[in-house]
């Protein structure tokens, strides 16, 4: 049987970047790591709720790349994946290549 996450309401699951090594290529060893700040939604909610009842839109979409606050949500193991569940308002940009 195959599991899925829905994130409810203005949640937002992402798939953060790994660190392992700076720009300059100095390895970081797990110790001295900072959580990623940047990664991949792969589940959005169905948006904020507001006092009609009915869910606002989320601006976030599945598959786009995207920078929040560094204390920003909770982290989540799902199938072998570290994962990180946040709000939208955590979200500061989203990251175009």
Known sequence: MEMKINPINDHILVRPDPVTQTAGGIYIPDTAKRRALRGEVIAVGLGPRMKDGAHRPMEIKVG???L???YAGAHADFAEQ???MIKEENV???VES
């Open 64 to 66: 786009d790349r995207i």
């Open 68 to 70: 929040w606050n560094e």
């Open 82 to 84: 570290k994962l990180l």
């Open 92 to 94: 500061l940009a989203w």
